[in-house]
């Protein structure tokens, strides 16, 4: 019996199965199976829930990692930004949207612009930290 079988069978059922139900599925006898849920919802891959007299089983929602960390510059690789001007003939929220992509000490940085005005925020804030 193995978890891989266990969650390919709950994988299309999101209200979930019952021990009995998916040890028939998968030919597995309820008590050894049981068991092996129980372990898999101290693990956090599925959640157990009771209705009427019967356990049921269900995939656990997967949250996403969170996000790394952005890493720090060191002061003797980051190099001196250019002076940014502000760009030509553009109102602050006019929708240019695109990405920005540096290259900062062997670390690669992309952020994400929707307006003029976030965009010379992002190069404003760069010029700072780099003087």
Not at 6 to 33: M, N, R, W
Not at 49 to 59: A, E, I, K, M, N
Not at 105 to 118: C, H, N, S
């Amino acid at each position: 019996m193995s978890e891989a079988a266990i969650c390919a069978e709950l994988a299309g059922k999101p209200a979930g199965l019952s021990a009995k139900e998916i040890g028939k599925a998968i030919g597995e006898a309820t008590p050894v199976l049981m068991e092996q849920l129980l372990l898999m919802v101290a693990a956090g891959t599925l959640k157990q829930r009771t209705v009427g007299r019967d356990q049921v089983f269900s995939l656990a929602k997967r949250q996403r990692p969170p996000a790394p960390e952005p890493a720090a510059v060191q002061e003797e690789t980051a190099e001196v930004a250019p002076e940014v001007a502000p760009l030509p003939s553009a109102s602050p929220r006019t929708p240019i949207s695109g990405t920005l992509t540096l290259n900062l000490a062997d670390d690669i940085i992309t952020t994400g612009f929707q307006t003029v005005d976030q965009l010379q925020r992002f190069a404003t804030a760069l010029k700072e930290v780099t003087a």
